[in-house]
């Protein structure tokens, strides 16, 4: 079975500073990665996925991620935190299952940023 | 317009009772799922709807029941509430196996 851990359960940057959140894996293949951001009272949003081909994923808000296989890690990074990334970052692993993508989160990451 | 939306959004009832969670999503996607977060904010798998048949069924209490009318519909009906139960409630869905969009959540506190 799939599963997902991410090291660091809190994380505090001062604005400006880059920001790295570590995740490692576990999938007998190739698996479907994401990074989904919480902010509090709210829901999931899709910062950014991998599933094949540039092992160096673009997402929004300014977040890249590096799928390395030798690694089993997908790290989420950003060169310069602003104020309101502080949230919870969870990684993801995605399993293709009857026609969906069954999803193993990590326990998550919580930022915070000093102003 | 709203992807994938959740009603209610807070829902406060006492142990024993029977409630519903329901969401629909107007991206035209066929697959449905529940995720369970709890109080540490883990998030876990529940159920998942694939062109309203049941494809994904974890290790959930039978007083879960998850019911899909229409592909755009997935309702989750919870019999004799327990205090454990209390936690948030995530739809989400998705076309294949692309990306899952999550709801907003419903917040479920029993008393």
Same mark, same amino acid.
């Given at each position: 079975a799939q599963s997902v851990t991410q090291p660091d359960i809190h994380i505090t940057v001062s604005e400006g500073a880059s920001l790295e959140l570590r995740c490692n894996y576990s999938y007998g293949a190739t698996p479907y990665l994401f990074w989904y951001v919480q902010s509090p009272g709210q829901g999931l949003q899709l910062l950014l996925k991998y599933f094949?081909?540039?092992?160096l994923v673009q997402g929004i808000k300014g977040f890249e991620a590096e799928f390395k296989r030798s690694q089993s890690s997908f790290n989420l990074r950003k060169p310069s935190v602003h104020w309101s990334d502080a949230a919870e970052y969870f990684c993801a692993v995605g399993v293709l299952t009857g026609g969906g993508n069954k999803l193993t989160f990590g326990t998550g990451t919580q930022l915070k940023v000093e102003l | 317009d709203t992807a994938v939306s959740q009603t209610p959004k807070y829902l406060v009832t006492q142990m024993g009772n029977d409630k519903s969670i329901k969401c629909e999503q107007n +991206? @035209?996607?066929d697959t449905m799922y529940w995720y369970k977060q709890d109080s540490k904010k883990f998030l876990k798998i529940m159920f998942s709807y694939n062109n309203k048949e049941l494809i994904i069924n974890e290790t959930?209490?039978?007083r879960f029941s998850p019911k899909s009318p229409d592909k755009a519909h997935l309702n989750l009906h919870i019999n004799s509430?327990? +205090? @454990?139960?209390s936690a948030v409630y995530f739809c989400a869905s998705t076309a294949g196996g692309e990306t899952q969009y999550f709801g907003p959540g419903t917040r479920l506190l029993v008393l």
């Open positions: 094949s081909g540039d092992t | +991206l @035209g996607h959930v209490p039978n509430l327990e +205090l @454990g139960d």
